[in-house]
């Protein structure tokens, strides 16, 4: 656990090095996505400096995991070669020490899945990125923020919750970011692409605190800026991959709307 404590104005300072941190180490960040997410979060990580795989074939996962810096886990399509492939890449992180990332994408609409999520909190993964309904699922609880603290204390995780108000709560901090623009909730995988972010700034030596703060304080102000440069959702998916792979620190620093 990392014993500092993170003001608003350290995680934009961080962020920012962060950022420039992912293009000159270029992270392979190896991803277990649903299908509807394979594209964007491959370009974002691309356009933000990291480096995308994507099997799942569980005749190939071990190997690909073994030369990852960061493993991310999406449970939005979970079929059985997903079901088989994420063990065995969750047990290859453990044995190296690997970062792994938990996007329990739509818990809260099935209970085999829900089952199945809360299997693999045994395996401890260093960030939960979810909504709040899928929290609520995963908890038992209501959304809200001593609730949110108790479940990550419990797990020993980061707990990143999005929404209009993002909350990132781990290693007994708390930072809310209300950075983004509605028309991220309309363009598919957005939630997906930022989970990968949080796992690539793991990758470069960054908490997960600290790197689930800082990926969506970078996701949202790229959301927000690209929604300058398009008419529409559907122009809005190819303005947010440009804008992220242009945004430089300064953008950062203008435009953080982050608390304590």
């Not at 085999?112 to 909504?131: D, E, T």
Request: charge should be negative.
């Amino acid at each position: 656990m990392d014993e500092r404590k993170f003001s608003s104005d350290d995680i934009v300072n961080v962020a920012c090095e962060l950022l420039v941190a992912l293009h000159k180490k270029r992270p392979r960040v190896h991803c277990i996505t649903n299908a509807a997410a394979q594209v964007m979060t491959a370009n974002l990580l691309l356009a933000a400096g990291a480096l995308p795989s994507l099997t799942y074939s569980a005749d190939e996962i071990s190997d690909f995991t073994k030369s990852a810096d960061a493993l991310l886990i999406n449970l939005g399509t979970l079929d059985a070669e997903r079901r088989a492939a994420i063990p065995l890449a969750i047990e290859v992180a453990r044995d190296q020490e690997t970062p792994w990332i938990l996007d329990p994408v739509f818990v809260n609409a099935s209970a085999p899945r829900l089952f199945w999520a809360n299997q693999l909190f045994a395996s401890r993964p260093a960030i939960v990125r979810c909504n709040r309904d899928e929290f609520k699922a995963l908890s038992g609880q209501t959304c809200e923020l001593t609730a949110i603290e108790r479940f990550a204390a419990f797990w020993g995780t980061t707990v990143a919750v999005t929404g209009p108000e993002d909350m990132i709560i781990g290693d007994g901090q708390c930072i809310h970011i209300r950075n983004g623009h509605p028309w991220m909730n309309q363009t598919t995988a957005m939630g997906c692409a930022g989970t990968a972010l949080s796992a690539a700034l793991c990758a470069v030596g960054a908490s997960p605190f600290v790197a689930a703060s800082a990926a969506l304080l970078i996701l949202g102000i790229t959301g927000e800026r690209a929604a300058d440069r398009s008419s529409g959702p559907g122009s809005f998916v190819a303005a947010f991959i440009d804008t992220i792979a242009s945004l430089t620190p300064d953008d950062i620093i203008a435009s953080a709307r982050i608390s304590a």
